[in-house]
Each structure stands twice: as C-alpha cells, then as structure tokens.
C-alpha cells in the first residue's frame, strides 16, 4: 500500500535561508508521482511542484526544487531564500500511475513551517 | 476563470441533521474529489468520481455519500451529522487520473457539528 511520511511537524528558518522538507514515500509501483502544496493560513491548497518516478531530472519551479532520491524513497522540498510569505503548512503527496479505479493521491500529514524575520 | 468552488464556506450542523456540500468546476475535468483535513493531519479521501455518472469510496467513505449527475458538479452528502465529521472539506478536481496530473483544490468548506 502506498504511504507518505513527514516527519517534521514544524520547522523555524530565518528569513533568506533555504529550507528542506523531508518527505519519503513508499509504494509498489514503479510509476507514480509526487506533489507538493502549499496550505497557508487562508486554508486553500496551492500546487508547487512535481516530480515523477522516471523523471531523469530533479523537478525546479522558482525557489522550489525537489531532491528525488528514488533509491531512498525521498522527496524534499527544497526552498531557495525563504521569504515570510513562506510560512504555512507544507504537504507532500503521491500518486500512483495509471487509470485504475484506485488512482488516487494521499497526503502526508504536513510539516509547518515558519519564517523569522 | 473560477476553477473549482465549494459552496457553502462555512455551516454548523446539529447532531443527526443532514447537508448538501457542493463541489463546482468550470474546466471539464473528468476527476473530482471529495477530502476531509482534520488538525494535525493530511488529507483523507472520502470519495471520488472518474467520470459523469460514476462515482468511488476513498479511503474514509462511512457517514457521506455523494453524487456525479453532471461533470461539472460533485456534491457530498451527509445524512446524518456526526460530531467526528467536524473538519475541513476539500473539493478537487482533475483532467484525468494518471500519476503526473496536478489536482485543483477549492477553497474548503469548514464544517462544525455541535
């Protein structure tokens, strides 16, 4: 069955440093996708990046990167230059490939983090 | 361009009452989804449709049910409340169901009941 772990429920960075939240996954299927969102206090959930199983390349988006370790199982978050427009809940989620009536995406349950001025 | 709404925003229902939540989107995706988000947790999924017509249980379907009788509307159905089903509810859509395919969120609907 697939599952998602993050393993930090809060996170205090200063402001302009970088930032990296752990995710690791688990799943059987060798073709899947893994997301990342951002949920700040106003409760809506935003997209931020994406990476999927046979992606060659690590996924970037701005001051988002993601470092897909595929042999481990990981997918951090990496955020370049944290601003405080960076503090919310950050969720990482997987889905797995295909059309079956299972297709679906699970979230981990979160890492909130929080940027010092 | 509105993508995905939720109506209503807010509500608090009384033990044993029943509601309607409903789901919209305007970009004829084909998945829609139904999430609840309790504190301290991520998103659980109740149900979800691949299409007009069909629908699916998540992995918390017990206490809702829903329905699919147009594309572009999903609607959640409580029909007897529960204090446990106090939490956030998340609409989503999607254009299809393959792994890489990004899923649109709505605003959420913050459901108390009492």
């Known amino acids: 069955a697939q599952k998602i772990t993050q393993t930090q429920p809060g996170m205090f960075v200063q402001e302009k440093e970088a930032v990296t939240l752990d995710c690791t996954y688990d799943t059987s299927d060798p073709s899947y996708g893994l997301f990342w969102y951002k949920q700040p206090s106003s409760g809506e959930m935003i997209f931020l990046i994406y990476?999927?199983?046979?992606?060659?390349q690590n996924a970037t988006e701005g001051r988002y990167s993601l470092n897909f370790q595929k042999a481990r199982k990981s997918a951090n978050l990496v955020i370049s230059a944290s601003q405080l427009g960076d503090s919310a809940m950050y969720f990482c989620a997987m889905r797995e490939a295909g059309y079956s009536s299972a297709s679906k995406i699970i979230f981990g349950s979160g890492t909130r983090l929080s940027i010092r001025p | 361009n509105a993508g995905v709404t939720q109506t209503p925003k807010f509500r608090v229902l009384k033990t044993g009452q029943s509601m309607t939540l409903l789901c919209a989107q305007d970009?004829?995706?084909?998945?829609m989804y139904w999430y609840r988000q309790d504190p301290g947790m991520g998103l659980r999924l109740i149900h979800y449709?691949?299409?007009?017509?069909?629908?699916a249980k998540g992995e918390v379907p017990d206490g809702y049910n829903v329905s699919r009788l147009k594309k572009q509307n999903f609607l959640l159905g409580l029909e007897s409340a529960a204090p446990s089903q106090t939490s956030v509810y998340f609409c989503a859509s999607s254009k299809t169901g393959l792994a890489g395919v990004e899923q649109y969120f709505g605003p959420g609907t913050r459901l108390t009941v009492t």
């Open positions: 449709s691949v299409g007009e017509g069909t629908t």
């Open positions: 990476q999927g199983s046979y992606d060659q």
């Open positions: 970009m004829n995706h084909e998945y």
